[in-house]
């Protein structure tokens, strides 16, 4: 059972093919940035769901006020393609980062995240190699144990740390809370405010994150915005979270039947290399088959998605082209140069996944 | 403590780095491709581990027969690069498939291998494009049920079906025997043998595959050929089936420690976007830390590489830059662009990881 456009799909392009429906793209965009400016916070989107600049742009003329990126090699892409307001929420060091920061900088609106001395006693070189400040935010860890300092009280530390360090500019504090976290969030920032305004310090950003927490946004009083990721795709486990549907999902993998060994199995042309072995929290499989909701991804080879059928009342045949929503869409996105874009039934561009696999 | 060559990559490219010995690459392709000769067996690589033509041509200035693809767009990688013997190990079908693979075999010798009547009816659709035979090899499942028929019957059937079809030649059978089924894999092959001899077949190719499998190459009578593939690299699968030390790992994925939030853990700039989520076929873990034995790579997000330190005596601070051996390799080397080469203890080049990404 292939859809009309999934057989055009693999005719013209080929399968696995990874394919994003631009409409429900925009109404992603639309909804959210409409859900952020209703919580009076600001939506500066993490680019690394989409890794495009096509797309951040998009997400700018909708409203956002600048973007978020994980890594200096895509801030790299963003800045080249003239994305001026860029957060990188990751703690940056060593003499190659600090190069490469600095060359950003000078040209580029950068704040960089900080959970620790040694990475603040490095910052300072890119800010003068770039001859302007860097803005520094002080990341709280706030239940995921993650990167993050644990107390207030080295929050407020790192933060008279970044206003003493030369070049460097205190701007305020970055959080992810966990889902149920919001209320130890709140403390936590109101404890680490109160400690650095002692010290005549006043953030000027305080950025939660995570589209599952879309459905807490603007819950942290005090908070100036948002980094919402996934929301522009969505995927199984923003359907778990309960912050999308199904029909919210922009983003599908396109992949062929090419086996039928067995009655009750069958292997698709998608693998680890594809869908990623990405486990999405626990979630059951590794993918949801619009066409065969009853079929489970059991297993991956790097090629080979194993298909458990014992559940299905109709089995695909080799040759079907089915569609999959992904447990987890940013991973799969990086696992692909480019994705196929489509309006309704027609194929209407191919976009380049331009900071792609930029580990560094 | 960071070891003088891990401070140069650092240093001069950057972390995460994918790093590759090719004082150890050259001796692994060494000792397998003599193992091959000693058992009397052909080798016919896996390209999916290193996806590079430079690679392929040393392990067939070193002995190899020819190469193993797993689609289309490597083989096409290497078929552009010059090598001219390739095994597709897997079930193509679809009109952009076959136009691409009758390109391909206008000007390469390409064997492709079936295992249903779908995919064989559409293999001559390339052959036709090419205007040359197109050689083929019924896929025989021996135990991993991924792709491959469950019976000799199904085997004689297929390639009776090869013979018959117009452009495809009959070349053989294709085995992945897991590493304790070779005795049943014995039995499949020789009565499927049986079988096509009194329709008047002889299998030219006999191929087995794997890389833990190096412990039973040759010993498959009848076998003609091996399909090893992460021997080039080896990981903490190989080790654990018992074919590699850790000495015979060629790559290393270089990884900064960033964040020490708390005294038990810790943060590598490396997460499931380097290392990937593969769980290794269960081992503990997704990756050994040579600097910390006794530290566990606990989970991922994707730039967060979470570290358990509760068992180290010695622990590693913010700014160590660590040598991690993989699980899995092959799905490492696919999430980079490129591979930093070093012997010794110098950096010797940069290699494009040329069929990195091929889905299609």
């Known amino acids: 059972m292939t859809s009309p456009l999934a057989a055009k799909i693999a005719r013209e392009y080929g399968t696995p093919a990874v394919v994003i429906d631009m409409d429900r793209v925009e109404a992603n965009i639309a909804r959210v940035q409409a859900a952020c400016d209703a919580a009076g916070v600001a939506n500066r989107p ?195 979270a309960g912050v999308a549907t199904f029909d919210d999902c922009a983003l599908h993998v396109y992949a062929t039947v090419v086996s039928r060994a067995g009655v009750d199995r069958g292997i698709l042309d998608s693998g680890s290399k594809t869908l990623t072995s990405d486990p999405g929290g626990g979630i059951d499989g590794y993918g949801y088959i619009l066409e065969h909701p009853e079929a489970r991804i059991a297993r991956f080879a790097e090629e080979h998605g194993f298909l458990d059928l014992a559940k299905c009342n109709e089995r695909p045949k080799v040759g079907d082209v089915v569609r999959i929503v992904p447990n987890h869409v940013c991973v799969v996105v990086n696992m692909v140069d480019e994705v196929v874009m489509v309006r309704g039934q027609e194929i209407v561009g191919i976009l380049p996944v331009a900071a792609r696999g930029k580990l560094r």
């Open 46 to 240: 993490h680019i690394k769901t989409h890794k495009s600049p096509l797309l951040a742009k998009l997400q700018i003329a909708a409203g956002a006020k600048g973007i978020t990126c994980q890594k200096i090699g895509e801030a790299e892409v963003m800045a080249e393609a003239g994305i001026d307001d860029i957060l990188i929420s990751y703690n940056l060091l060593g003499e190659e980062k600090m190069n490469r920061l600095g060359r950003l900088l000078e040209s580029t609106d950068v704040t960089v995240a900080a959970d620790n001395p040694v990475v603040i006693g490095d910052l300072p070189k890119a800010a003068a190699l770039a001859g302007r400040p860097l803005g520094v935010v002080i990341e709280c860890d706030t239940g995921r144990k993650r990167a993050g300092v644990e107390t207030p009280a080295e929050a407020i530390e790192l933060a008279k740390l970044v206003a003493a360090s030369p070049g460097l500019s205190f701007k305020g504090f970055m959080l992810y809370p966990t889902e149920d976290g919001w209320p130890e969030a709140q403390k936590f920032f109101d404890t680490a405010l109160a400690g650095v305004r002692l010290e005549g310090l006043e953030p000027t950003i305080v950025s939660t994150g995570g589209s599952p927490n879309m459905k807490n946004v603007g819950r942290l009083a005090g908070a100036t915005e948002h980094r919402p990721g996934t929301y522009i795709y969505n995927d199984r486990m923003q359907v778990a």
